[in-house]
């Protein structure tokens, strides 16, 4: 019995110091880092990855683009089920979800704003991506909005999924703000737009 008991314990600890091991590998990055110390640019930044996952898989199983919209209350018309197709049971064809297990809300923004996702790149606010390379996505796509963003947060991200990680510069490009996958603008206190796809041509 204690041989067990001495070898759970082992396995255990070894389970652990990979996991630390992997997490170390996965974060350790200079953008990364500065996001890992503030808190909440790291939760915009999980609920982007989340919802990210969550429309791919979507896309995959329907050919279609999905809209989850945060509903301030009950009785706000974002509540219903159909600005939720990644949370709520859809009718239409493939749909194979939840795709994500709770809607996204208001609390899934740190800064008290909106969070949106959208099914059409070209539609306001984004207005389209122009990725690397100079690739322009429009029309149909997805990417997702957060509103009251400060500027420095909208830089950390940018940094994170837009800067090249084989430059050693951490300069920003002087237009990040309308070039890659991260665009923002002062609109409603800062708002944060986050490309996740496009639909295949």
Same mark, same amino acid.
């Given at each position: 019995?204690?041989?067990?008991?001495?070898?759970?314990?082992?396995?255990?600890?070894?389970?652990?110091?990979?996991?630390? /091991?992997?997490?170390? *590998?996965?974060?350790?990055? &200079?953008?990364?880092?500065?996001?890992?110390?503030?808190?909440?640019?790291?939760?915009?930044?999980?609920? /982007? %990855?989340?919802?990210?996952?969550?429309?791919?898989?979507?896309?995959?199983?329907?050919?279609?683009?999905?809209?989850?919209?945060?509903?301030?209350?009950?009785?706000?018309?974002? *509540?219903?089920?159909?600005?939720?197709?990644?949370?709520?049971?859809?009718?239409?064809?493939?749909?194979?979800?939840?795709?994500?297990?709770?809607?996204?809300?208001?609390?899934?923004? &740190?800064?008290?704003?909106?969070? %949106?996702?959208? +099914?059409?790149?070209?539609?306001?606010? *984004?207005?389209?991506? %122009?990725?690397?390379?100079?690739?322009? *996505?429009?029309?149909?796509?997805?990417?997702?909005? /957060?509103?009251?963003?400060?500027?420095?947060?909208?830089?950390?991200?940018?940094?994170?999924?837009?800067?090249?990680?084989?430059?050693?510069? %951490?300069?920003?490009?002087?237009?990040?703000?309308?070039?890659?996958?991260?665009?923002?603008?002062?609109?409603? +206190?800062?708002?944060?737009?986050?490309?996740?796809?496009?639909?295949?041509?």
């Amino acid at each position: 019995m204690g041989r067990i008991t001495g070898f759970k314990q082992a396995f255990v600890q070894g389970v652990i110091a990979s996991s630390i /091991f992997i997490i170390v *590998a996965v974060v350790a990055t &200079p953008t990364m880092d500065e996001i890992v110390e503030d808190g909440k640019s790291l939760q915009v930044l999980r609920v /982007f %990855e989340r919802t990210s996952r969550a429309c791919t898989k979507h896309y995959k199983d329907t050919g279609r683009m999905a809209t989850e919209f945060a509903s301030a209350s009950e009785s706000d018309r974002y *509540a219903l089920k159909r600005y939720h197709q990644l949370s709520a049971k859809q009718l239409y064809k493939g749909w194979d979800g939840p795709y994500i297990q709770v809607p996204i809300t208001q609390a899934d923004n &740190p800064y008290a704003g909106t969070v %949106e996702l959208h +099914n059409n790149l070209s539609t306001h606010p *984004a207005l389209g991506f %122009e990725l690397a390379g100079g690739t322009l *996505a429009h029309e149909e796509g997805q990417y997702l909005v /957060f509103t009251r963003i400060p500027e420095e947060v909208a830089q950390r991200l940018d940094r994170h999924l837009d800067m090249d990680a084989a430059s050693d510069s %951490e300069e920003l490009d002087p237009q990040w703000k309308t070039k890659g996958r991260v665009e923002y603008t002062r609109e409603n +206190n800062g708002t944060l737009s986050l490309f996740i796809l496009k639909s295949r041509d």
